[in-house]
């Protein structure tokens, strides 16, 4: 079956502009976290959706956000880039009803310059 | 909030012979516990889970064992090979509905010679 699919791979922008960034989960899975991953950092938490609901949240700023749609394609959006926000975006999906595990994607790298 | 401790953050082995990488975590109500193994240019993969109402778990070369008590849980990996080689993370999560959560421990770069 397919895997977690995220576009774009790459993603160059300036600071000050706002990107969104794009997840389509494992069929059939219901749950899609995302996570920041950076050299200093490591993964990060930063959302969860659940059968569009937002369940759990990390915390960051509220420059960043996400949703989730009816067929649990996810996305997140950061507006106002700053320099720190450079990093490397990972989302996962699972089923959601904790029987199984989270399956992570390739990731979106964004550059802010 | 949880945290995870995860040591070495630099492990280097010949092949064949065995890796251990330890985590501790610092949340009384976790009960599930992931590893990921991460290559070059691609995302986490999930290698083996343990839940708290199991010891230990065996997939293979791959173990895991987690003492609740201590709050501390193990990979082990037997009969190393140079494709083992990558950056592996261990992992936290409440499970129900905080099962989405996961709190990274910071990552162990193993190295395998031939």
């Known amino acids: 079956k397919a895997g977690v699919t995220q576009t774009p791979r790459y993603l160059i922008k300036t600071r000050g502009q706002q990107v969104t960034l794009s997840c389509s989960p494992i069929?059939?899975?219901?749950?899609v976290s995302w996570y920041q991953q950076t050299p200093g950092q490591g993964l990060q938490f930063l959302f969860e959706?659940?059968?569009?609901?937002?369940?759990n949240k990390g915390n960051f700023p509220g420059r960043f956000s996400g949703r989730q749609f009816s067929n649990s394609r996810s996305e997140m959006n950061v507006s106002t880039l700053e320099l720190g926000d450079s990093a490397l975006y990972l989302c996962a999906s699972s089923l959601g009803q904790g029987g199984d595990g989270y399956t992570f994607g390739s990731g979106t790298r964004l550059t802010v310059v | 909030g949880e945290n995870v401790e995860q040591h070495p953050s630099t492990l280097s082995v010949q092949e064949g012979d065995s890796a251990v990488i330890k985590c501790t975590y610092s949340d009384s109500a976790s009960n599930y516990f992931p590893w990921y193994k991460q290559e070059l240019g691609k995302g986490p993969q999930l290698i083996i889970d343990?839940?708290?109402?199991?010891g230990e778990k065996k997939d293979q070369r791959i173990a895991v064992t987690l003492n609740k008590t201590a709050k501390h849980f193990s990979l082990h990996i037997t009969e190393t090979q140079p494709e083992d080689s990558a950056v592996y993370f261990c992992?936290?999560?409440?499970?129900?509905?905080?099962?989405?959560?996961?709190?990274f421990g910071q990552g162990t770069i193993l190295t395998v010679h031939p």
């Open positions: 959706y659940f059968s569009e609901t937002q369940r």
């Open positions: 992992a936290a999560s409440r499970g129900g509905t905080s099962y989405g959560k996961l709190t």
């Open positions: 343990i839940r708290s109402n199991v």
């Open positions: 069929s059939g899975h219901r749950s």
